[in-house]
């Protein structure tokens, strides 16, 4: 995996340790990208196999889920082992394969650390269970009943029921906020923080260029295990959840988002700066997402960005809301930075979740890599992949199992990528997979899409290719911010470059008026508007419009 590769990323790191801002991240769920050994679920070397093709759209990074070592009763969320590989997914030895065919195509390597819980089977727990005086016996959060034998608290699990669990051999509860088999790490615990701090060294030391951090902001409790409010119905979200869970009618005031974290955070910090490695933090919270993304990343201590979850809503975001949100990250996240995505492993396809057309969807991509932030990408979402209608008899999802059929699960977005659209599996694999291929997906496969130059996929790749080609959309300030019909408009601009975009988010034509100066239209690539009359606009249906001086 060393020599030349590494040494090349080294150097391009050197120059800029600020990497990470503005990249574009490609995100992996490796059950569903590429089999290779016939088991029906994809693989570290299936992964290795399709680097060239993610390297072809120009993306900086990418983003692998959860592959350690796990009992799967979430899908990898709940791990037994962090230094290893699951047999599933292939070996260490396959895994460095992956990080050097990455490297050697200028990318760099993500993976997902879930360590704001473990599984029930991981040996901290199995020892921490045990007694309540052995090594590790604080290692997790254990509570003594009330005296009633209920929970210590009112806090409720993401999945669903009570967040604490009994536990016959200790008398007592354990906290876990998602799964009952995912029992809370104890971060107050200087060893805990030692021993996760000791599994992210373990995986930088093996050439990866950073994390997702996995649900960030649950990794601290209230000690004092206080009740969380009530949550009035008005600011209930779904965002954490489905609506129909009752843990959206509380305010997680107690159970997440603690003071304590901030110590932490610079721990971490300042391990991943040892080797120039970057962070991206996973907030999931209804009520104060960006004011928490804001407080986690803002100086030079903290985390790098965080992933923001605003742009995942169940509703198209209109004019408006688009504008109302990036001032909101203004106000909110002035010093720090945000990753923003439209779809990923947790929540149903935007392309299906906001009914979008072909043109949408190519504006909303644009529009992503034009506003300010970081990029993630969904794998198929280049290839406008929309939601796979997957039956109750194939779900493997327990969370859409548990609340069917008013929310059926997650495992609709999780389906295998399509790669070819007239062999087995769409090119998958050669076994049954372990999700079902969609077939409205097929004639959307890569190969189909490479083969028609106006398809989705090519205008993904001119899309990272036009933001990387302008510092200003990649890392430059914004300001400018407004909008007027279906339109929404801003300025983004850096040292020696400011670009003004303008986006009509609607089928309809639409007039915007330009701001004054000497402007040059730029982005036909991207489908950008070119001629102009005076000072107006005329945006025809989901076209954009980008203009620049000082280039």
């Not at 997402?289 to 960005?305: N, P, R, S, W």
């Not at 930075?337 to 990923?344: D, G, K, Q």
């Amino acid at each position: 995996m060393t020599g030349t590769a590494t040494a090349q990323i080294d150097a391009d790191a050197s120059v800029d340790r600020d990497w990470w801002r503005g990249c574009v991240i490609y995100q992996i769920y490796p059950r569903s990208f590429q089999d290779t050994n016939g088991d029906g679920i994809g693989d570290m070397q299936g992964i290795a196999k399709r680097i060239p093709y993610i390297a072809s759209l120009g993306v900086d990074a990418i983003w692998i889920s959860p592959f350690f070592t796990s009992p799967m009763a979430d899908f990898g969320y709940d791990v037994s082992d962090y230094c290893d590989v699951d047999p599933m997914f292939g070996t260490l030895a396959d895994f460095d394969q992956v990080v050097a065919a990455a490297h050697r195509h200028g990318i760099r390597i993500l993976i997902d650390l879930v360590i704001s819980h473990t599984s029930e089977e991981h040996p901290w727990f199995e020892e921490s269970r045990a007694s309540r005086d052995n090594p590790k016996a604080d290692w997790f959060v254990w509570s003594d009943s009330r005296p009633d034998g209920t929970p210590p608290s009112n806090w409720l699990s993401v999945f669903g029921g009570s967040a604490w669990e009994w536990d016959t051999r200790r008398e007592q509860y354990y906290l876990h906020n998602f799964l009952a088999s995912q029992p809370d790490l104890n971060f107050h615990n200087p060893e805990v923080q030692d021993a996760v701090l000791d599994v992210a060294r373990f995986w930088l030391d093996r050439g990866v260029d950073g994390f997702r951090m996995d649900t960030l902001n649950f990794y601290f409790h209230d000690a004092a295990l206080r009740d969380n409010p009530v949550c009035p119905p008005e600011e209930r979200t779904d965002i954490c959840a489905p609506k129909v869970n009752p843990y959206n009618y509380q305010r997680h005031v107690y159970d997440r988002n603690r003071p304590e974290m901030f110590d932490f955070l610079r721990r971490y910090r300042k391990l991943l700066d040892g080797y120039n490695a970057a962070a991206v933090g996973e907030i999931g919270d209804g009520q104060r997402g960006l004011e928490i993304i804001g407080e986690y990343t803002t100086g030079q201590d903290l985390v790098q960005m965080c992933y923001a979850f605003d742009m995942l809503a169940a509703d198209l975001p209109t004019p408006a809301r688009i504008a109302d949100l990036m001032a909101h990250v203004d106000r909110a996240v002035p010093d720090g930075w945000v990753c923003w995505a439209f779809s990923n492993h947790d929540c149903k396809r935007h392309t299906s979740r906001w009914h979008l057309t072909d043109h949408a969807q190519r504006l909303m991509a644009t529009l992503m890599m034009s506003v300010r932030g970081s990029a993630c990408i969904y794998q198929g979402e280049e290839l406008g992949l929309p939601e796979a209608d997957v039956a109750f008899d194939d779900l493997q999802d327990p969370y859409g199992i548990r609340f069917w059929p008013e929310f059926k699960g997650r495992d609709g977005c999780r389906t295998p990528m399509v790669w070819e659209h007239d062999v087995l599996n769409a090119g998958f694999s050669d076994n049954k997979p372990w999700l079902p291929v969609s077939r409205d997906h097929l004639k959307l496969s890569v190969a189909a899409q490479e083969d028609d130059p106006g398809a989705i996929l090519h205008h993904y790749r001119r899309a990272i290719a036009f933001r990387h080609a302008h510092p200003a959309l990649a890392k430059g300030e914004q300001d400018g911010l407004g909008h007027v019909g279906t339109c929404v408009y801003f300025t983004r601009r850096t040292e020696g470059e400011t670009i003004f975009c303008a986006f009509n988010l609607s089928g309809d034509p639409a007039k915007l008026t330009m701001p004054q100066g000497d402007w040059t239209p730029i982005g036909a690539e991207v489908g950008g508007l070119q001629n102009i009359t005076g000072d107006t606009l005329n945006l025809g249906p989901w076209q954009p419009f980008f203009a620049a001086r000082g280039i």
